[in-house]
């Protein structure tokens, strides 16, 4: 019996939990969960929002830019908003004393976070280097300098370096470029930039082109360098396998080209509408007034068209070509030195009529 009253008593002797304990502990647990839950959507957001712009903004960051350097950028390009959210990801990603290098593109909505990541991590856009209507290798150097993140002169030596080394000369380099789309990181190397180049000058000259230049009796840089005068001469795609065969016959034959671009590529002006006697007299290896058989190398960088056109040029007994008197572009061409002295006299007759010096 004591046992039982004292088990009554242990019961009547505890304490009940104060009313509303448990309500108020969840409550509390819930507001927590609730803080951790906007933090996480506060990150999502921050991290994860899209960029908004419609646009396709480039982001380059040339190597050994500084921090500040590179949220200046970000900013710039991208609006302070979503520009600063990518430069504190890209610090929280990269890390210590990190200098990204490298151009990236920014597409529509993409998230700060995966631009971020692909400049800490140096995941480049490829850049597209296009080039054509080149007559010098300063003016290729140009080209490549505003599109790729090395200077003229760096390119320049590049290639005399790479090209001296496959056996060209100087006077040559224009033969080892064909205007094209390339792909390349902005980062390229000027070395990996002429080594791709050539090979794809390689691959445009298979063994159907050298089989065609043989049959010719033609080196595929000799092609080039015909080529270049032809495009040079005239700009109608239609009528360049005619001149093409027209230089050609006079190689063949043992005659001078005495081609009117080769005299303004020797004086340095291409603008030049009106070549006189004196004009024809200038001194240098590339007048082919004064010298005999083609030129030291292209005067231009030509076409793989107008390569083609001269492999390809149809066989004719055309020896003289006189630009038309109509102006239209195109020219008149004779197998004989009596015919184009007419020819001339009507061109020149009009060039007198518009005053064209």
């Not at 039982?4 to 104060?18: F, G, M, N, V, Y």
């Not at 500040?68 to 970000?74: F, G």
Request: aromatic fraction near 10%.
């Amino acid at each position: 019996m004591e046992r039982k009253t004292d088990e009554k008593s242990k019961k009547r002797t505890r304490k009940k939990a104060p009313e509303g304990f448990m309500s108020r502990h969840a409550h509390a647990l819930l507001i927590g969960g609730l803080a951790v839950v906007m933090v996480i959507v506060a990150i999502i957001v921050f991290a994860f929002r899209g960029y908004g712009g419609d646009d396709r903004p480039w982001i380059y960051l040339p190597e050994e830019t500084s921090r500040e350097a590179v949220a200046d950028s970000l900013i710039s390009n991208l609006g302070y908003e979503f520009g600063n959210k990518v430069y504190k990801l890209w610090r929280l990603q990269a890390g210590g004393d990190a200098r990204p290098h490298g151009a990236y593109r920014v597409e529509p909505g993409e998230s700060a976070i995966s631009l971020s990541r692909r400049i800490a991590k140096g995941r480049q856009t490829p850049v597209d280097l296009t080039f054509n209507n080149i007559r010098t290798m300063p003016q290729l150097a140009q080209r490549v300098a505003s599109r790729l993140d090395m200077s003229a002169d760096e390119f320049l030596q590049a290639v005399a370096d790479t090209l001296v080394a496959h056996g060209y000369g100087q006077a040559e380099f224009p033969a080892a470029f064909i205007p094209d789309t390339y792909s390349f990181y902005w980062t390229v190397s000027p070395g990996e930039l002429v080594a791709k180049l050539l090979r794809h000058r390689d691959s445009v000259w298979n063994a159907a082109r050298r089989a065609k230049a043989a049959e010719l009796g033609l080196t595929p840089v000799q092609v080039s360098t015909i080529a270049s005068i032809v495009e040079e001469e005239t700009s109608k795609k239609d009528e360049m396998p005619a001149v093409a065969r027209l230089y050609i016959n006079r190689l063949q034959r043992g005659m001078k080209l005495q081609a009117d671009p080769t005299v303004k590529y020797s004086l340095g002006d291409f603008s030049i509408r009106r070549i006189t006697l004196p004009m024809l007299s200038v001194a240098s290896p590339y007048n082919t007034y004064r010298n005999a058989g083609l030129p030291p190398g292209p005067i231009r960088v030509p076409e793989v068209s107008t390569i083609d056109a001269v492999l390809d040029a149809p066989v004719h007994k055309f020896l003289y070509m006189c630009a038309r008197e109509d102006f239209s572009g195109y020219h008149n061409f004779a197998s004989d030195y009596s015919t184009h002295q007419a020819n001339a006299r009507r061109y020149q007759a009009e060039l007198n009529r518009r005053k064209i010096k």
